[in-house]
């Protein structure tokens, strides 16, 4: 079993600035891959950014240049520095690990991020 906690979320003005930490036990961190999903109300939960074991990245299109995924398998913690911040990007954040198929089944409770326009 994985256990995840996110922390970071917050509100703030559009343009600036928030770091979203999400930190891991259970299972050896190195082990999976990583990834940040959003859901605003009303819309579906969708990927933001995903970080593989081996350190590969993804952004979702309208996040890239923007927001930094990255990782510390010696903290066994990973982070979605988002900047450039838009009202756009209002949601609940939440912080997932694969299972051994590959498949995010593992899920943190979420943090809220607000931005005020």
């Known amino acids: 079993q994985v256990q995840l906690v996110e922390s970071g979320g917050g509100l703030v003005q559009a343009g600036g600035s928030l770091r979203l930490s999400c930190a891991a036990s259970?299972?050896?961190?190195?082990?999976?891959?990583m990834g940040w999903f959003r859901q605003a109300p009303g819309k579906e939960r969708g990927l933001v950014a995903a970080?593989?074991?081996?350190?590969?990245?993804y952004y979702a299109d309208s996040v890239k240049g923007r927001f930094t995924i990255s990782r510390d398998n010696a903290k066994n913690t990973v982070y979605l520095q988002m900047n450039s911040l838009k009202p756009e990007d209002s949601a609940v954040y939440y912080c997932?690990?694969?299972?051994?198929?590959?498949?995010?089944?593992?899920w943190g409770q979420g943090t809220q991020v607000t931005v005020s326009s």
């Open positions: 997932a690990a694969t299972g051994v198929n590959g498949a995010y089944v593992y």
């Open positions: 259970g299972r050896t961190f190195g082990s999976f891959g």
């Open positions: 970080v593989s074991r081996g350190g590969i990245t």
